[in-house]
């Protein structure tokens, strides 16, 4: 009934959704989980750290299940195990980067110690772990109440103030470390700030996908707008619009079916993406090529990112 109606007269059906209060706490936290990833992923993306990403969600993951399992707040978890792996993470690599061996052992033992929380919560009583269990690994959008959805707005906003603050250093940072260096950018403290900031948004974005897919919302945005642009700011935009795109379709599609999960239709969405920007840049004669692979080519001369 409620796919008919939004065929037959769409404005009807959208009202209709968007007078349900579930609906409308989910769109105004995705939206601002949305924003943050689509940023933050584009660095990720630039970077090359989209592994640190998906170990993250791992973290998360273990962070929210050993919260619950001790009785405390599932989002106090969620935000103190992926910040503080983050900078542990950072602590491990050179100027705020770890390289794949650290960040494949550290994933390993902290994803090891969550299927142990897994187990001890889910067999600790209570008809509702398992169901608690399900909902840290593939997210729950639908079952923020409004403080919730608030509370996300404010941690998203706060996260995007800092990285906008150090959007252009850490871009110069990201396209040439050297050159970076020399000129005196602070590298490391960025690396360290730029890992923070994932932690935040992984932990939010947990919230939105779940843990498992929470690299989808991170990276395919991202990978996507890194094939339609070399410039980075129209990039960072492109960015955040996809995996706004993605969450708000993600979330119709959802309500309107019913039967799909917001996360499956959240990824699905945001994968289409990707795939129609990747067969957009291999059909077009002058594909985009990412900004640091440009540089390179001009033989590492980069001045500085000033190209909008």
């Known amino acids: 009934m409620t796919v008919l109606l939004a065929v037959v007269d769409p404005l009807s059906g959208i009202g209709t959704m968007l007078s349900q209060p579930f609906i409308r706490n989910a769109f105004i936290a995705s939206t601002a989980i949305a924003l943050i990833a689509g940023l933050a992923g584009y660095f990720l993306v630039l ?23 001790f009785g405390i707040d599932l989002r106090a978890g969620l935000f103190a195990a992926t910040v ?48 608690a269990g399900i909902r840290v690994l593939f997210g729950s959008i639908f079952g923020l109440d409004g403080g919730q959805a608030w509370t996300a707005v404010v941690i998203a906003a706060a996260t995007l103030v800092v990285l906008l603050a150090i959007a252009r250093p850490l871009l110069f940072a990201s396209v040439d470390e050297a050159v970076a260096t020399a000129r005196g950018v602070p590298v490391r403290v960025l690396g360290y700030i730029f890992l923070g900031l994932v932690g935040v948004t992984a932990a939010e974005a947990t ?17 996507a707008a890194q094939r339609l642009t070399a410039r980075p700011y129209r ?26 999960p917001p996360s499956f239709s959240i990824l699905a969405v945001a994968t289409a993406i990707y795939v129609a920007a990747l067969t957009w840049s291999i059909l077009t004669t002058a594909p985009a090529w990412p900004l640091r692979d440009r540089m390179r080519a001009r033989g590492g001369r980069a001045g500085g990112p000033n190209e909008a």
């Open 47 to 69: 970077r090359g750290q989209v592994f640190t990403g998906d170990a993250l969600g791992h973290v998360a993951f273990t962070g929210a299940l050993a919260a619950l399992l």
């Open 235 to 260: 990039a960072m935009a492109l960015s955040a619009s996809f995996a706004l795109l993605s969450v708000w379709a993600g979330l119709t599609i959802s309500y309107a079916v019913g039967s799909w």
């Open 207 to 223: 919230q939105a996908v779940g843990a498992l897919l929470v690299l989808g919302l991170l990276a395919a945005p991202a990978g």
């Open 84 to 131: 503080a792996v983050a900078l542990l993470l950072g602590s491990l690599g050179a100027k705020g980067r770890a390289d794949d061996v650290v960040i494949g052992s550290v994933f390993a033992w902290v994803l090891g110690l969550g299927v142990l929380f897994l187990s001890l919560f889910t067999t600790s009583g209570g008809s509702g772990n398992g169901a």
